[in-house]
């Protein structure tokens, strides 16, 4: 069996073989209590699927109470758009082929930022993340397994989508566009995961120490300052954010496969996702 989620998500699965389980596996994690333990494969997958969830949860909760936050509409106007929604419906008729369309470019614009690509085009893998977000963090070395194993063969896109209560995920998100904009967003969007705890879940500004990580990667920093200064940029994001809403994700990460909402809960089942989309 591959191995699952890792990172800052519990539990602490213990090796089994110390020689042969990977450096990360037996690492003591926060939110455990600090213990090690040898489990039963089944208690682990249990005990791993919850910590998901919570995380799952946590996010889709604060994405809600944003949301609500920043409604303003009147409820006339509401009326006016349910309205508006109904007529449209009815004019696309039962088969909703329009609703489709909008969907597919929704999901994967021609901006949209490719880690990798597959040249038939047959499998799409789409994640809507926060660079802030635990979870998406602990997704991080899953995502980077698979598409080592499906080079090639899968295509992989990103989509921001920064959580408003995580204080430095829009500083992240504009760090990474800004580096995008000198054909280097893959290398930032690694060091904001590799580094997420250097900067995660604090309320100072990490400003600073988005510029070092700019430094690091050697790009003209004159450049990646306006880039992370421009309007433009948060705009882009922006943007993404919003299809998201639109395509119906609450929470991060958000996984779609071929347009296909998914919730993978360990490598294995998002392996076996991916396989049938590859025999389909």
Known sequence: MEPAVRGPVPPCPGPRAPAAVPAWRGRLLPGCGGRRAVESSEERTAARRSKVDALRAESRRQEVRRRNLAITATVVAAFVLVVGAVFVIGKVGPGGGEAVAAGESRLVRADSHRLQTAADGKVTVVEFLDFECEACGAYFPMVEQLRARYAGKVTFVTRYFPIASHFNAERAARAVEAAARQGRFEAMYRRMFESQKEWGEKRIP?????????????????????????????????????????????????????????QPQSYDEFKAAIDAALAG
Do not use: H, S
Request: net charge negative; proline share 4%.
């Open 206 to 262: 990490a400003d600073e120490i988005f510029r070092g990580y700019a430094k690091a990667l050697g790009l003209d920093m004159a450049a990646w300052e306006k880039a992370y200064a421009d309007p433009a940029t948060l705009d882009r994001i922006r943007k993404d954010a919003a299809d998201g809403e639109a395509l119906g994700v609450q929470g991060t990460p958000t996984f779609f496969l071929n347009g296909k909402k998914i």
